[in-house]
């Protein structure tokens, strides 16, 4: 079967076309531009990509090798409900899905068990972490991490193993498209604002998660927001636990990934807990979380109010020990989540001594919103923040300042949830050694 992806080089597309390519189906795919993740399939034996989405494009590609299925993004009919890719299958009779029935597709016919990390925040660290785990006690594991990681590929199917894991994503609902063996909660606040328009309805489409997922871990704080009670299916966990702090990792939140994953892999295997946490006790991290482009230098994904306050954990547990001051340079992802959001930022930077904040990364966004500027945003700062805070943007002005301050020894973190051009690509591009 030949597979066509649009919109491969995404965290959520990329992975999933290594692992049909691993599964045994002929792979190909397009995106609108090129990218390190395209570079990185390509480098996986994807070669058969294309960053081009017009119509002779996916005709070629037909003409070459016919299509049986084309998966694409999320984003694609949002962006142009008539988009070139999607026309021309429907007028060649192609199957065209999201990703979510391909992957349930994999599932059935491979007869894996489905392991579920879904949450607003920190699902791609555990998604990671529960990978490492099942690596480290030498277990075959299929999975998917929408990040590079340095100890496997981002996607992956072993035809020896018996569970896949998989970053779940709720955005578009494409949560409940799956029925988990066992799916774990990272944390819940409501975002996504133009699929979910209420608090109440974000959560509501968490707790039907949570019902269609045969076992579940969460933490007792969102447990308490579901009214969900613990049961000989659901194991709710007490983030004040003493034994998180038996793990080494910088980062109040990045131990409780770790707990969660560990708590996950002990219900299946049975292996000691505190085995299991001395092992993410060296956890190698995942790419753009908290991760290093040159001396002094960090670059991390974090966009939503929580996970900033995640990162700026890491960021004053890595700087206490010297005393180094925390530069921030912050790029919003989205506008469209801004204008949600901004309010919740007003101390989230807490514990740096200056902040740059840039225009925002612009991505699916709503034509009847206005863009809101640096300028703007920033009076959505406490009074103290507002002190320290400067708009800036992507330009010599901005990488001068970086340079003063690496010079000085500060650490300096980049927020930016973007891609293509976005804050983390010019921190690489001027600053990676």
């Known amino acids: 079967m030949h597979i066509y992806f649009s919109g491969i080089g995404g965290t959520g597309i990329g992975p999933l076309a290594l692992i049909a390519k691993q599964a045994g189906y002929s792979v190909s795919g397009s995106d609108k531009q090129d990218s390190r993740y395209i570079e990185y399939l390509k480098s996986r034996g994807i070669d058969n990509i294309t960053t081009s989405q017009s119509r002779d494009q996916i005709a070629q590609t037909h003409a070459r090798q016919p299509i049986d299925w084309l998966v694409y993004s999320s984003a694609l009919p949002k962006e142009n409900p008539d988009h070139p890719e999607l026309v021309f299958c429907h007028e060649h009779n192609i199957k065209a899905t999201k990703?979510?029935?391909?992957?349930?597709?994999?599932?059935?016919?491979?007869?894996?068990?489905?392991?579920?990390?879904?949450?607003?925040?920190?699902?791609?660290?555990?998604?990671?972490?529960?990978?490492?785990?099942?690596?480290?006690?030498?277990?075959?594991?299929?999975?998917?991490?929408?990040?590079?990681?340095?100890?496997?590929?981002?996607?992956?199917?072993?035809?020896?193993?018996?569970?896949?894991?998989?970053?779940?994503?709720?955005?578009?609902?494409?949560?409940?498209?799956?029925?988990?063996?066992?799916?774990?909660?990272?944390?819940?606040?409501?975002?996504?604002?133009?699929?979910?328009?209420?608090?109440?309805?974000?959560?509501?489409?968490?707790?039907?998660?949570?019902?269609?997922?045969?076992?579940?871990?969460?933490?007792?704080?969102?447990?308490?927001?579901?009214?969900?009670?613990?049961?000989?299916?659901?194991?709710?966990?007490?983030?004040?636990?003493?034994?998180?702090?038996?793990?080494?990792?910088?980062?109040?939140?990045?131990?409780?990934?770790?707990?969660?994953?560990?708590?996950?892999?002990?219900?299946?295997?049975?292996?000691?807990?505190?085995?299991?946490?001395?092992?993410?006790?060296?956890?190698?991290?995942?790419?753009?979380?908290?991760?290093?482009?040159?001396?002094?230098?960090?670059?991390?994904?974090?966009?939503?109010?929580?996970?900033?306050?995640?990162?700026?954990?890491?960021?004053?547990?890595?700087?206490?020990?010297?005393?180094?001051?925390?530069?921030?340079?912050?790029?919003?992802?989205?506008?469209?989540?801004?204008?949600?959001?901004?309010?919740?930022?007003?101390?989230?930077?807490?514990?740096?001594?200056a902040i740059y904040w840039v225009p925002s990364y612009l991505a699916r966004e709503d034509p009847n919103q206005p863009v809101l500027e640096p300028q703007e945003l920033i009076k959505s700062l406490s009074p103290k923040l507002q002190n320290i805070a400067k708009p800036m943007k992507l330009d010599e002005q901005l990488k001068d300042a970086i340079k003063k301050h690496l010079a000085q020894g500060d650490l300096v973190l980049g927020l930016s949830g973007g891609g293509g051009g976005s804050l983390d690509e010019w921190l690489r591009k001027n600053f990676a050694t």
């Open 99 to 353: 990703r979510d029935e391909l992957l349930n597709e994999i599932l059935s016919q491979k007869k894996l068990k489905l392991i579920a990390i879904a949450g607003t925040h920190g699902k791609t660290t555990t998604t990671a972490m529960t990978v490492w785990l099942f690596k480290q006690l030498g277990m075959p594991v299929s999975y998917s991490v929408g990040a590079k990681i340095s100890f496997g590929d981002m996607g992956q199917f072993d035809p020896k193993s018996e569970y896949f894991v998989y970053e779940c994503d709720e955005f578009d609902r494409n949560f409940l498209a799956f029925h988990p063996y066992l799916s774990l909660i990272t944390g819940i606040s409501w975002d996504h604002h133009e699929i979910f328009q209420t608090q109440a309805d974000y959560f509501d489409a968490f707790g039907q998660f949570l019902d269609q997922s045969q076992s579940k871990i969460l933490w007792q704080k969102d447990a308490d927001q579901m009214g969900i009670q613990s049961d000989n299916h659901c194991s709710i966990l007490n983030e004040h636990d003493p034994q998180i702090d038996q793990i080494k990792l910088a980062g109040f939140y990045n131990r409780l990934d770790a707990y969660m994953a560990a708590q996950a892999i002990h219900e299946l295997t049975k292996e000691p807990l505190d085995k299991l946490l001395n092992m993410l006790s060296n956890f190698p991290g995942v790419s753009r979380r908290f991760e290093k482009i040159t001396e002094n230098l960090y670059t991390d994904y974090a966009h939503t109010p929580e996970k900033i306050i995640g990162a700026m954990s890491v960021a004053t547990e890595t700087a206490q020990p010297t005393g180094q001051k925390i530069i921030i340079v912050y790029e919003p992802l989205t506008n469209r989540r801004m204008h949600y959001t901004k309010d919740q930022h007003s101390e989230v930077f807490v514990g740096a001594a």
